[in-house]
């Protein structure tokens, strides 16, 4: 079973640290950076994507139903989305405990 | 057997960086290294070398290059001094740190402010602690060498870190030496290609320089420090190769005249061939004085220093940098760190001069030995002094 982070010593580490598995960085959870979480009410959402593409974190995907929705494993909560969105779909809360 | 030639010394390390077959240079021109990268330069424009030559805007993009060369597995060398080597500072951490073998020749150069181009070791003493192995060079004949032997020893599997050359500015690179330059068939056998061995490549990818949370980078500075360690066996190995090759046999700790020395001074750099007449002419009158030339100074050669300094009464250190505010010269202070653990050990003393291009010539050599005679009774306040200031 692969070592977790805390397990690694420094006889594991890779040389020169190189990261040798490609895109392993979206292993890395980056929403518990989060202070801030956006809640949507899709009734209002035309399915334009603008939000997604100004996302700097390329976690916003169309769901089941072709609503744009941000994943909150990489979801930081920096707040551009519902900025940018033009018909008010989403509103940033803050994050509970 | 090689031809021996009068040359200035940059115009032998540009020579040995091209028997080398050095794919990249990337460098920017300061002086006194200018004559280096001049002629490299040179080499690539009329075919004398098959290598890329990258005109950078300073020697931050030069470093930054370099390691962007290493990484796709090109063999790339550069130089600098003073100044430029400060401007590239931040990113010699990143050398070593991401193990890529980059070889710099540095011909040192004093720091400003006041400005000032000449030679001394400010700049050496400032890069200390980068992670490079560092060699200090006596001669022209050793600086050609050591371009050499650092591409081995840089690019061994175990070591893979880069190599800083340090020679004296104008003392050494600007002096016409007799050089013996050796085959270039020899040279190609003792240094065949050795590229980077996860290069960057699209059809298997890497991530190079990521960072490390809290939680590894201990870890990483940790497997650094062991690595860095590691090398001096490889460093020992190659210099025992190359004697066997080209008959200059090198080593961590050079003694010259040491036998039965009660008083020893400690040069680097080409100091030490000034000091070896002073040793002479002291041991002509009688005097029971010997020299160590420290030529491997990262990693630190503890053990060599240790014995070479045997049963000495008396260490004398020459630095020709200042850690101002502290304990008198680096090497001075590093030395004597170094023999604190021991049972025996001699009376230290430390000599800070030659800075900014001012000679130490045999008079003052000797006239250190004398002085450090008058600083010696045990309890003397003052362990360190510049030599050879006005008051």
Redesign the interface.
Known sequence: MKKTEAEYTWKDMETGCIVTEPGSASNYRTGDWRSQVPTYTFSRCIKCGVCALYCPEGCIRPNAEGNYQADLYWCKGCGICPRECPTGTIAMVDEEE | MGKKVGMEVSLAIAEAARMADTDVVAAYPITPQTHIVERLAEMVANGELDAEYIPVESEHSAMSACLGSVATGARTFTATAGQGLELMHEVLYVAS????PVIMAVANRALSAPLNVWGDQSDLMAVRDTGWIQLICENGQEALDSVLCAFRIGEDKRV?LPVMVHVDGFYLTHVVEPIEIPEEETVKRFLPPAPF??PLDPDK????G?F??P??F???K??QE?NLRASKKVILEVWDEFARIFGRQYKPVERYRTEGAKTLLLTLGSFGETAMSAVDKLRGEGKEVGLLKLRLWRPFPFEELRQAVGDAELLIVVDRALSYGGPGGPAYSEIRSALYGEKQRPRILGFVGGLGGRDLTVTEFEGMVKRAQEMRPAGAEQEFEMYGVRE
Do not use: G, N, S
């Open positions: 740190a991401m193990r890529l893979l061995p996860m990818p890497v991530t190079m990521a490390a949370p939680i590894l201990t870890e990483a940790k497997a062991v």
